[in-house]
């Protein structure tokens, strides 16, 4: 099992910045890659970043430029850096990790850090 807890949420105004840490924990050792996903109220959860643990990353078109998602093995954390912060940023955001380096599904998530953006 592996214990995903994140942090740093909050509320910024628009254009801020905001980083998030996901602290990772338990069988870490099997997890290839993880993730950022959020949830707007009335939305569907959306992928927002992921990182391999060769490193490659990718984004959703709407983050790219503004966000960096990167990861800290020493910590055993990851990262999002948040930048240019919008209103539409606004969600909730949840770390999630996977046994495998790509595809659709997720393993093991966060219990999520609220993001709220002021306009």
């Known amino acids: 099992q ?4 994140e942090s740093g949420g909050g509320l910024v105004q628009a254009g801020g910045s905001l980083r998030l840490s996901c602290a990772a924990s338990g069988s870490i050792f099997s997890i290839n890659a993880m993730g950022w996903y959020r949830q707007a109220p009335g939305k569907q959860r959306e992928l927002v970043a992921f990182i391999t643990s060769g490193g490659s990353t990718d984004y959703a078109d709407s ?7 990167s990861g800290d093995c020493a910590k055993n954390t990851v990262y999002l850096q948040m930048s240019s912060l919008k209103f539409e940023d606004t969600a909730v955001y949840y770390c999630a990790a996977r046994h495998t380096a790509y595809g659709p599904d997720y393993d093991y998530w966060g219990q999520g850090t609220q993001v709220t953006v002021s306009s």
Do not use: Y
């Open 2 to 5: 592996v214990q995903l807890v």
């Open 63 to 69: 983050v790219k430029g503004r966000f960096t998602i």
